[in-house]
């Protein structure tokens, strides 16, 4: 693995919705097995980049690489290269854990032999074979979590996005999800995530924080906390985004 390699490369990226700019001028990029943190308070911008990173929205202008595929030319292919997970929705309450590995594996377009191996392979990791025939809505949430991260990795992907994944969980579940966030990384994946817990953003390589559509600060955790005089991720955020001395 070669984790110099440019895996996300946005650059100059503008999203404009009518005359109100979402994103402005935007310019950053992300690692092969990078765990990159992007923060910023509600309306900051984020949730519209990752819809562009995702192929789901195009830019208006800039130029977007994910997995060194045109997000603006060829959308369909990045989503085959991506993993996402989303805190309000991720895994249908409906069906079963294994007719979740099963729906999105198919979705992913696995074989079924491919499905049938990788759904053993993560609910034996998880500890969980023994509730692959129970229907999700009676799974605690904290489980619910790591397994839609198994998920969203069934396929092997360059890249999973991580949408405020551990919001509603316990400590003991939320240190749980990042050793599963760690081991991807190790495995050559980028965690590209969003939090609103500050200090999860110093488990990220790096991290983004956006105000008003801007990037406003990009760097280590270590350094951000140098260039802005405090001790935690938290005073930095609120120094960015809320404008707080």
């Known amino acids: 693995m070669n984790k110099r390699e440019k895996i996300i490369e946005v650059h100059d990226l503008v999203k404009r919705f009518g005359k109100f700019e979402a994103n402005k001028h935007l310019t950053f990029d992300v690692n092969r097995g990078e765990i990159f ?7 900051a911008g984020k949730t519209t980049a990752i819809r562009i990173l995702c192929g789901l929205s195009k830019p208006t ?14 959308p369909e292919a990045v989503k085959k290269r991506i993993g996402y997970m989303s805190q309000s929705f991720s895994l249908y309450n409906d069906l079963t854990v294994k007719e979740n590995f099963r729906f999105y594996g198919g ?11 990788r759904t053993a392979f993560f609910l034996d990791k998880l500890k969980m074979a023994s509730f692959e025939n129970m229907l999700l809505s009676k799974i605690p949430l904290g489980w619910k979590q790591k397994l839609a991260f ?5 396929h092997r992907p360059d890249i999973i996005f991580l949408d405020e994944p551990t919001g509603g969980v316990d400590p003991i579940t939320r240190r749980q999800f990042w050793e599963m966030i760690y081991e991807a990384s190790d495995n050559g994946t980028t965690v590209f995530v969003t939090t609103h817990y500050m200090d999860e953003a110093e488990y990220c390589e790096r991290v ?22 405090v001790d935690n991720m938290n005073d930095v955020f609120l120094r960015i985004a809320r404008n707080v001395e």
């Open 61 to 74: 202008s800039g130029s977007v690489r994910v997995a060194g595929i045109d997000v603006n030319k060829n």
């Open 208 to 229: 983004s924080i956006m105000s008003e559509g801007e990037i406003k600060a990009l760097g280590t955790p270590h350094d951000l906390k140098e260039d802005y005089k």
């Open 150 to 154: 198994s998920v969203a990795d069934i």
């Open 37 to 43: 943190g992007f923060l910023g308070a509600n309306g």
């Open 107 to 117: 979705v992913y377009g696995l074989s079924n032999k491919e499905i049938r191996e």
